[in-house]
């Protein structure tokens, strides 16, 4: 088999909140991980795996999206986000970003236009159920506990959530959600990063009906 650089590179998870603050606020941010990259450089990495950065309410520290290709500002800026990448290239390491596809925040532009009514273009993002018996759709449990049905009242149908009820997950079954993530993946493939971490990304292939939501059974 041919060996890609990632079989052998050695990879350095960063959590920008934590990592260097480099203005004093109390929260670390992009400038604070560019004034360390000849540190890293240094310690003899090949990746940094940069868990998100991207814009969220932080219902669930940043793995609620509400924009994909934009920077959550107290990070930084796109700018320093490119600053990044091309800085971590001269010292030959690559930006690997964490990302979540398997559900957006509530906050994001789609989720948005879908809760408005039935009818809206982007209410095949995300899954829908009617009530049974005015209760959720079934039993089906969120991995955050609780269930995993969250009833809009607006439209009186229940979206699924596996994880936070602020966190409704993506239809993939949809081909329109499928190339909107593709394009969203390119935007930052063109920007010069290595690839993705996926988070959950095993999510993504369920049967919410039958209450499946991974390969096999659970010991």
């Not at 409704?168 to 593709?182: E, F, G, S, T």
């Not at 988070?199 to 059974?217: A, R």
Request: charged content about 30%.
């Amino acid at each position: 088999m041919e060996r890609k650089w990632w079989h052998h590179s050695v990879v350095y998870q960063i959590y920008p909140r934590s990592f260097q603050d480099s203005n004093q606020d109390g929260i670390g941010d992009l400038r604070g991980i560019i004034s360390r990259l000849d540190y890293l450089a240094y310690l003899g990495i090949d990746v940094i795996w940069l868990s998100p950065v991207y814009e969220s309410p932080n219902d669930d520290n940043g793995y609620d999206i509400s924009d994909y290709q934009a920077i959550m500002a107290e990070f930084g800026t796109m700018e320093e986000m490119e600053e990044l990448i091309e800085e971590a290239k001269k010292r030959n390491i690559r930006i690997v970003m964490d990302l979540v596809v398997n559900h957006t925040s509530d906050e994001h532009p789609w989720f948005i236009e879908a809760r408005k009514n039935k009818e809206n273009p982007y209410r095949d993002y995300y899954i829908w159920r009617d009530p049974v018996n005015g209760e959720e759709p079934n039993g089906l449990r969120s991995i955050f506990s609780g269930p995993a049905w969250q009833l809009d009242e607006q439209t009186g149908q229940y979206f699924l959530h596996l994880y936070s009820k602020r966190q409704p997950d993506l239809n993939w079954k949809n081909k329109q959600v499928r190339q909107a993530i593709y394009q969203m993946m390119n935007f930052w493939i063109d920007k010069g990063i290595g690839g993705f971490r996926m988070d959950v990304i095993d999510m993504i292939g369920k049967e919410p009906d039958k209450e499946i939501t991974s390969n096999g059974p659970k010991l």
